[in-house]
């Protein structure tokens, strides 16, 4: 059987209050982000299988893993565009710079912070694989300049679901440093948040977010906006190991 051919791998983590899952911790793109595209875009935390970095992660939620602890920090950094290049994108210089705050976070700041990373990436629960296409339309609507082909990715999701504890701490940390990000913006929003604002996503993650919500029960999320013109199937659940996926797929960016 001819394999499906896709761009590349990610793992990625929706991390949502326990009590109530139509709480969310999510990053959203700012306007530095080199994918004009997506710029203001909401999209769960976690990245790619591709880059140095990547040769050691064994499946998907070990790229969730690294991405997550190499991202949210209390220190300020500038990001690199090296990760975009490799996906094909054409980012214009080597680095940006995200928005962060000038603020010293205490020892215990820092600490709780270190524990909530461990207890985050801890996360064993699966939520699905999906395929996601984006046209090359989608990012010329944004960019008449844009040099972007369109390509399919995998994109497997994981589920975090914080108790009550560790939510408040996640709260607490996010408002006293108010970016926990050193690629993007954290923010801690809602469904009701999203949907009134009407706050697209990034990267095609807008289905996968409206299926897990639907699947807490929430109608609302049949509301959730959608970038017209990126379609999205889900194709089972993540697989144990980057082998399973190669036996499967045809990658064409990897480590």
């Known amino acids: 059987m001819e394999k499906v051919c896709i761009d590349h791998v990610s793992g990625v983590?929706?991390?949502?209050?326990?009590?109530?899952?139509?709480?969310?911790?999510?990053?959203?793109?700012d306007e530095g982000l080199p994918i004009k595209a997506f710029r203001r875009g909401l999209?769960?935390?976690?990245?790619?299988?591709?880059?140095?970095?990547?040769?050691?992660?064994?499946?998907?939620?070990?790229?969730?893993?690294?991405?997550?602890?190499?991202?949210?920090?209390?220190?300020?950094?500038?990001?690199?565009?090296?990760?975009?290049?490799?996906?094909g994108h054409t980012p214009e210089g080597n680095f940006y710079q995200t928005p962060r705050i000038n603020y010293a976070p205490k020892d215990e700041?820092?600490?709780?912070?270190?524990?909530?990373?461990?207890?985050?990436?801890?996360?064993?629960e699966p939520f699905g694989d999906y395929i996601i296409n984006m046209p090359k339309f989608v990012f010329d609507r944004a960019d008449p300049e844009n040099k972007q082909e369109g390509f399919n990715a995998l994109v497997s999701y994981w589920l975090v679901a914080l108790l009550k504890k560790h939510w408040k701490q996640l709260v607490d940390l996010q408002n006293a440093l108010a970016n926990l990000s050193n690629e993007s913006i954290t923010i801690i929003t809602s469904l009701k948040e999203i949907v009134g604002a009407e706050i697209k996503s990034a990267y095609g993650h807008d289905q996968p977010l409206q299926e897990f919500f639907l699947k807490q029960g929430f109608q609302l999320a049949h509301k959730l906006p959608l970038i017209n013109g990126i379609?999205?199937?889900?194709?089972?659940?993540?697989?144990?190991?980057?082998?399973?996926?190669?036996?499967?797929?045809?990658?064409?960016?990897?480590?």
């Open 13 to 29: 983590g929706i991390i949502f209050r326990e009590s109530d899952p139509s709480q969310i911790f999510i990053e959203i793109k």
């Open 43 to 87: 999209c769960p935390i976690g990245g790619n299988w591709i880059g140095e970095s990547a040769k050691k992660d064994q499946n998907t939620l070990d790229t969730f893993r690294r991405e997550f602890n190499e991202e949210i920090t209390y220190k300020n950094m500038i990001a690199s565009t090296l990760e975009l290049r490799l996906l």
């Open 109 to 124: 700041e820092i600490e709780t912070l270190n524990n909530l990373k461990k207890i985050i990436t801890g996360v064993r």
């Open 231 to 255: 379609t999205c199937q889900k194709v089972g659940m993540p697989l144990t190991s980057y082998s399973d996926y190669l036996d499967m797929y045809d990658i064409k960016r990897k480590p």
